[in-house]
């Protein structure tokens, strides 16, 4: 049974970093480590930066 929890945490540690779900937490770790007095930007900003900033520079996207 552990080794199942253990697959099925691996797995969803996986998932969520593929579908970019961490990257908030990440983003606002690094702002309050790097930058303590910058506003921490809403969840829906952050994406909305974020998907602003792959359409004005898309790199090498397939789509």
């Known amino acids: ?11 969803t540690w996986y ?6 779900e961490s990257d908030y937490q990440r983003y ?5 480590r790097v930058h303590p007095d910058a506003a921490v930007p ?3 900003e952050f994406w909305r930066d ?3 900033a ?4 898309p ?4 789509c």
Do not use: K
């Not at 049974?1 to 797995?11: E, F, K, Q």
């Not at 998932?15 to 970019?20: K, M």
């Open 50 to 52: 974020r998907y602003a």
């Open 54 to 57: 792959q359409d004005a520079n």
């Open 28 to 32: 606002v770790a690094h702002l309050r």
């Open 15 to 20: 998932v969520t970093g593929v579908l970019g």
């Open 42 to 44: 809403t969840v829906r």
């Open 1 to 11: 049974m552990s080794s199942l929890r253990r697959g099925w945490r691996a797995l």
């Open 59 to 62: 790199g090498a996207r397939c």
